[in-house]
């Protein structure tokens, strides 16, 4: 009986142990669409809530300012020309409905570790990453999907004789065609929610990639928000966003579940350029879709109460790409066998003044689907002399200037100072030859790439 006991307490131990984690990932949201990171616009107490019982960090970057690549590092923990998600099987920057390519399934996943660690996984909200079965969630790690497979805009009526009406997908099987997109959100959320209650007695992983404010000129709200921002439909997305955010927090409280929770908020990319501006990416330069910062450096929040500082600002150099790592490590999970470019950074997570990052040394590279473009290292990013640098989706192709920023110091990149330091410019120029050799380049192979998924021939998801 004795031994009975002692082993059921030991096993409710490591359960208390081991976190649950939330992972929030928006789309197409600029750091300076939160109030918390300096918006005047938007409305957003809940996140701003999450960032003062937590730590805002400010060197936190996305490997790719457009979303499929975005989201393959995320997964994968490696570099996106490494698994060789930068470009889609037709040339293109992201997936596209009935795609022949996908994230390969021998890569391991995010989920997949979590899995081997006895965690619950739900994927709820936007995928692509492949809309063929055997790229679907739920054959790269998670026990449950409930979202659309590519995103919002691509519409049948976009390319009517070649992609079905947007899905919305139950594990495998499309439940409605086309997805009311008005109420993505919401359903999201509540779908969220579910998920926690229905996993609260054991450890979940729950990785919700909200479909909006998305790549359409106007996002969609239900119409509880709609027209109840002071920034018409983009704003009333973003508002609509935080009140998900507030939604989950109260069903951790509601369930006393927030102690043992580790929540991460950030977005896969930047907001895009439109006319009127909408989104915002402030302090940083530059608009979602490039290798700026404005497309890269993202607004991230975790919150964990008694792990991670409350109310901090942390300025170390981490990326979406150290998640796996940090996340394995924080479950007692063993790393993928094969390489990854992600550093576990759960010290960095839990000390506010700490600086120093991996990436300083290494140095973190900026692609635009296959051309490397710039480096960052410690304080310093510099942007690569190109004879044809990628200036668009389309690879249209200008020639571009060596410059070097502080944009540790200077975050809106005004000073130009490679004349002042060459040997900061000689260091990056070298890690960035480093990079050509293990990731490639433009007509480069890197030694260190491998393949993606392929099918012979892709069909439409149809209900």
Sequence with gaps: MKTLLLFLLLSITAHAAKPNIIFIFVDNFGNGDLGCFGSKLHRTPNVDRLAAEGTKFTSFYVASGVCTPSRAALMTGCYPRRVNMHVSAIGGAVLQPVAEKGLNPSEVTMAEVMKSAGYATMCIGKWHLGDQPEF???????????????????????????????PLMRGEKVIEAPADRDHLVKRCTEEAVKFIAAHQA????????????????????????????????????VEELDWST??????????????????????DNGAARRMPPQGGNAPYSGWGYDTSEGAMRMPCI??????????????????????????ASLVQAKLPAQKIDGHDITSILMDAKGTTSPWDDEGFFYYRMEQLQAVRAGDWKLYLPLEGKFANLQRKAEPAK??????????????????????????????????????????????????????????????
Excluded at 216 to 226: G, I, N
Excluded at 302 to 327: E, H, Q, Y
Excluded at 404 to 418: A, G
Excluded at 437 to 448: A, F, I, T, Y
Aim: charge should be negative.
């Design 302 to 327: 975790m919150r964990w109460p008694g792990k991670i500082p409350t109310g901090a600002v942390n300025d170390a150099l981490c990326s979406t790409m150290d998640m796996l790592p940090t996340f």
């Design 202 to 237: 054991e450890p979940f992983f729950l990785y919700l990639p909200h479909t909006m404010p998305g790549s359409t000129k106007h996002p969609f709200s239900s119409e509880d928000f709609r027209g109840k921002s002071a920034n018409g439909d983009y704003g009333d997305s």
């Design 402 to 463: 060596l410059a070097l920023y502080d944009v540790r110091h200077d975050v809106s990149e005004e000073r130009e100072v490679s004349a002042q330091h060459p040997e900061i410019v000689a260091k990056l120029t070298a890690l960035a030859e480093k990079a050509r050799v293990d990731l490639g380049d433009v007509n480069r192979e890197g030694s260190g790439q491998r393949a993606a998924g392929k099918v012979e021939k892709a069909l439409p998801l149809l209900p």
């Design 136 to 166: 679907l969630p739920t054959r790269q790690g998670f026990d449950e999907f409930f979202g659309i497979p590519y995103s919002d805009d691509m519409t049948k009526d976009k390319k009517p004789d070649v992609w079905p009406e947007l």
């Design 246 to 267: 507030g939604e989950i927090m109260a069903a951790l409280k509601r369930l006393k579940l927030e102690e043992n929770t580790l929540v991460v908020w950030t977005s």
